[in-house]
């Protein structure tokens, strides 16, 4: 039986597996990491390593990127109409 470690382009597919499978979309973080995240779309929260990804927020202050999206209300978000 194969592993999540048979092709150099799995490490993406099994990381948003990762981050999609907590809760639901739910706060995830780091060990490594001083923040949480809760935002799918945050750059950072997504390049967690897929081992290093706990479930919960840690104890720890939200993440400034996951905030910055959260609060723009989407992709486009407080950037229309500049």
Do not use: F
């Not at 990762?18 to 809760?23: C, E, I």
């Not at 997504?46 to 996951?66: A, F, H, M, W, Y």
Request: hydrophobic share 20%.
């Amino acid at each position: 039986m194969g592993g999540a470690t048979d092709s150099v382009g799995g490490a993406t597919d099994s990381l948003r597996e990762t981050t999609s499978g907590l809760g639901g979309g739910g706060p995830w973080h780091s060990p490594n990491s001083d923040v949480y995240h809760n935002n799918p779309s945050c750059q950072t929260g997504n390049s967690i390593d897929p081992e290093n990804v706990r479930q919960g927020t840690g104890g720890k202050s939200l993440c400034g990127e996951c905030e910055r999206l959260n609060s723009s209300g989407g992709p486009v978000g407080n950037l229309t109409g500049l």
